[in-house]
């Protein structure tokens, strides 16, 4: 079992910045990824970001490459993404989930979500 619990949403300007936090744990967290997931209003939950707790390996979606890092804070236990320059178009719920680290292995552990608001 892991236990994923966001923080850090809240309503920014178009160009401001948010810094989302996800606090985890459970199970040896190395032999896991952490994602982070958005779903805006009427639409599908979309890939975000995802960090591979054993090595630091990031991947980003290609619309937030260059605006958004994402960090692991190994003490913590909790994981970051830093989100700068923000667009009215990132507006969503962000959802940090937890996947084994093989491939093919679907998110099993989702956190509740925090709201992201920019306005325009």
């Known amino acids: 079992q892991v236990l994923l619990t966001e923080s850090g949403g809240g309503l920014v300007q178009t160009g401001g910045s948010l810094r989302l936090s996800c606090a985890v744990s459970g199970r040896t967290l190395s032999q896991y990824i952490i994602g982070w997931f958005r779903q805006a209003p009427g639409k599908e939950r979309e890939f975000v970001t995802s960090?591979?707790?054993?090595?630091?390996?990031?991947n980003y979606a290609d619309d937030v490459k260059g605006r958004f890092t994402i960090v692991k804070n190994t003490a913590k236990s909790t994981v970051y993404v830093q989100m700068n320059s923000l667009k009215p178009e990132d507006t969503a719920v962000y959802y940090c989930a937890a996947r084994i680290l093989r491939i093919g292995a679907p998110y099993d552990y989702w956190g509740p979500g925090t709201q992201v608001t920019v306005s325009s």
């Open positions: 960090i591979r707790w054993s090595d630091g390996r990031t």
